[in-house]
């Protein structure tokens, strides 16, 4: 049982803090405190406490005497960002460590990414490639961009006025947001969704609506999305393939989409970080739809087909008059990105068709082996059509929601998953799901099944 923990103050008197507040500072070994203030994610009355009190850090000083005394201050942060907390991936990844346990979670290769691509990086070291780079990107690096997106969606763009190079899809989404979006536009979103998208909207000051996708396909509610529209609607923002589902969206549903975009004046926003990951159907891209690349921001990154993920290199393309916000915020970001890494960038993306073919069959490889473990360990496993993740449903082992198997997972089984609660607005619809990443070596995945299989049992009932 955890008690109340006493400190001594200046004073005379003790004081004393609930234990629910120091998991908000994080002096316990659980992760789960520290998620958003507005997500209660278990029954735990305590819990609540531990949202709505603000958390502490120390500080010492010393006296005239020389005496250390503590000093307790209240931790800043803008209203608009009080509600986040530590990101699940990052304390995931920390109590893998802790216990060992094999990570199925955070969505990051194992293994390293390709040797042409990194000889590049090193070359445009040692060839002085190290100042800053020109804003919005290298021009080669947009030539090659320009030349991609052409081969992709068929569309010829100018890389010097719609291309605009970032550190990551993670800032394309935030200069997208922060430059395109102000103080009470309404944004649709899709859940469950990556977690940055509701933070960086917070930031904008949009007002948030959400659409569930449901499994076991994770088809859009079209009814529901035409009654969310508003007059006050500015954009809709679009993950496909889908992070945490592995859903991608369909023609009919981007088709659908586009026209009721078009019919009330809304844009699109498109994350597409797993386009080269698409297993069960053909990648779309909402800007090749007709009429659709005038209102659309494609956002992409190397990191994810590649297996550079630390890299952080990413872009946005839009046209011009979508591109001047998506700058201008970005030059108040980050103003330039990693020079030599965008030359070698540049390498990868004139990769030969074969090294994306050979991905897909890689990566289609370690899917077939975590999925059948997964159905074998008596997971039900929904279908993914791309990305690296797989949502499984837990409930057949008995606890009582995603958080608290996530927990016993790693505790008891020493696997990580990702609870996907912490991906929806509502974390009571994602209580009976979990998510699992196949970017493993098959060593690893085979390793994360057997633990599974020995340690995982069902509930009888």
């Given amino acids: 049982m955890l008690r109340p923990l006493c400190f001594k103050s200046?004073?005379?008197?003790?004081?004393?803090?609930?234990?629910?507040?120091?998991?908000?500072?994080?002096?316990?070994?659980?992760?789960?405190?520290?998620?958003?203030s507005s997500r209660r994610i278990n029954n735990h009355p305590s819990s609540m406490a531990?949202?709505?009190?603000?958390?502490?850090?120390?500080?010492?000083?010393?006296?005239?005497?020389?005496?250390?005394?503590i000093i307790r201050q209240p931790v800043q942060v803008a209203k608009r960002l009080e509600k986040f907390?530590?990101?699940?991936?990052?304390?995931?990844?920390?109590?893998?460590?802790?216990?060992?346990?094999?990570?199925?979670?955070?969505?990051?290769?194992?293994?390293?990414?390709?040797?042409?691509v990194k000889e590049a990086a090193i070359q445009a070291i040692k060839d002085g490639k190290n100042q800053y780079a020109r804003g919005y990107g290298v021009p080669d690096f947009n030539n090659a961009l320009a030349a991609r997106f052409k081969k992709d969606t068929g569309l010829v763009i100018d890389p010097e006025k719609e291309v605009t190079v970032t550190s990551g899809c993670t800032e394309a989404i935030a200069a997208t947001m922060l430059g395109l979006i102000n103080p009470g536009d309404e944004v649709i979103l899709f859940a469950p969704f990556y977690d940055s998208y509701e933070a960086t909207l917070s930031m904008a000051g949009a007002k948030i609506k959400c659409i569930t996708l449901r499994p076991p396909d994770f088809a859009v509610?079209?009814?529901?999305?035409?009654?969310?529209?508003?007059?006050?609607?500015?954009?809709?923002?679009?993950?496909?393939?889908?992070n945490p589902t592995g859903k991608m969206f369909t023609r009919e549903e981007l088709n659908t989409i586009a026209s009721l975009c078009i019919e009330n004046d809304v844009l699109v926003f498109m994350d597409e970080v797993y386009d080269k990951l698409a297993f069960e159907m053909d990648h779309i891209s909402m800007a090749s739809l007709p009429g659709m690349y005038e209102r659309t921001v494609t956002m992409n990154s190397l990191g994810k087909t590649f297996s550079l993920t630390g890299w952080k290199i990413g872009w946005a393309i839009a046209p011009p008059h979508l591109t001047w916000g998506v700058r201008q915020a970005h030059s108040f970001l980050t103003f330039a990105t990693s020079?030599?890494?965008?030359?070698?960038?540049?390498?990868?993306?004139r990769a030969p068709d074969s090294y994306f073919e050979e991905l897909?069959?890689?990566?289609?490889?370690?899917?077939?082996?975590?999925?059948?473990?997964?159905?074998?360990?008596?997971?039900?496993?929904?279908?993914s059509s791309g990305t690296y993740f797989v949502v499984v449903d837990h409930t057949p082992f008995g606890l009582e929601n995603d958080i608290a198997f996530c927990e016993y997972l790693i505790k008891e089984v020493g696997v990580v998953a990702i609870p996907t609660s912490v991906f929806y607005l509502n974390p009571e619809e994602g209580k009976n799901l979990v998510r699992f990443t196949f970017c493993k070596d098959e060593e690893t995945l085979r390793s994360a099944v057997e633990r599974m299989k020995e340690k995982l049992k069902k509930k009888v009932i």
């Fill in 10 to 36: 200046s004073s005379s008197t003790p004081t004393f803090l609930s234990f629910s507040k120091h998991f908000q500072k994080g002096s316990f070994d659980s992760p789960f405190f520290f998620f958003r």
């Fill in 50 to 69: 531990a949202m709505s009190t603000a958390p502490t850090q120390n500080g010492t000083v010393s006296t005239q005497d020389g005496t250390p005394q």
């Fill in 85 to 116: 907390k530590t990101t699940i991936f990052t304390q995931m990844s920390m109590l893998a460590i802790k216990h060992g346990a094999i990570n199925l979670g955070q969505g990051f290769p194992n293994f390293d990414g390709p040797d042409f």
């Fill in 221 to 242: 509610p079209i009814d529901e999305l035409k009654s969310a529209i508003s007059k006050n609607t500015r954009a809709i923002l679009i993950n496909t393939p889908h």
């Fill in 339 to 349: 020079t030599p890494m965008q030359w070698a960038a540049t390498v990868a993306l």
């Fill in 360 to 383: 897909k069959r890689d990566y289609m490889a370690k899917k077939a082996i975590l999925v059948q473990g997964l159905k074998d360990v008596g997971f039900k496993v929904f279908p």
